[in-house]
C-alpha cells in the first residue's frame, strides 16, 4: 500500500521523536528564602509582596517575620492572591508597586508593614 500523506510527514515524526527523547525531567525550582541577616542587611527602598492565598510559604508568618527582622522592609498582603498574583491581580499588583515608588520618593520615608 502506497503512503500518501505529504513528505514533511516524516521529517516532522522524526523531528518529534528526537524531541521526546531528548525531554529531561527537572526539578522544580523553590524559591529562596533569606536569612534574618540578609534581610537586616538590605539598605535599598524594599517592597516584599505576597500572596493571601500563596501555598509555598505562609504570606502573614512571612510579614510577621520581616516586621520583626527587617523593619525597613515594606511588606504587604494582596488579599485574594495566590502565587500567581502579578497574573491573577495584575491591576492591584502594579497599583502597590506605583505607589511604593511614589512614597519612597517623597520627602518622609517610614518605613511601612501592613496587610491590606
Known sequence: ???????????????????IRSIQRHKTPMPPVLTDTEWRSLRPATLFVAGENEVIHSAEKAVRRLKRVAPQVTAQIIPGAGHDMTFAQTATVNERILRFLKEERAPSKVPRTSAG
Do not use: K
Request: hydrophobic share 35%; no cysteine; aromatic share 6%.
Open 1 to 19: 500500500m502506497a503512503r500518501t500523506e505529504p513528505q514533511w510527514i516524516d521529517s516532522t515524526i522524526e523531528q518529534l521523536s528526537l524531541n
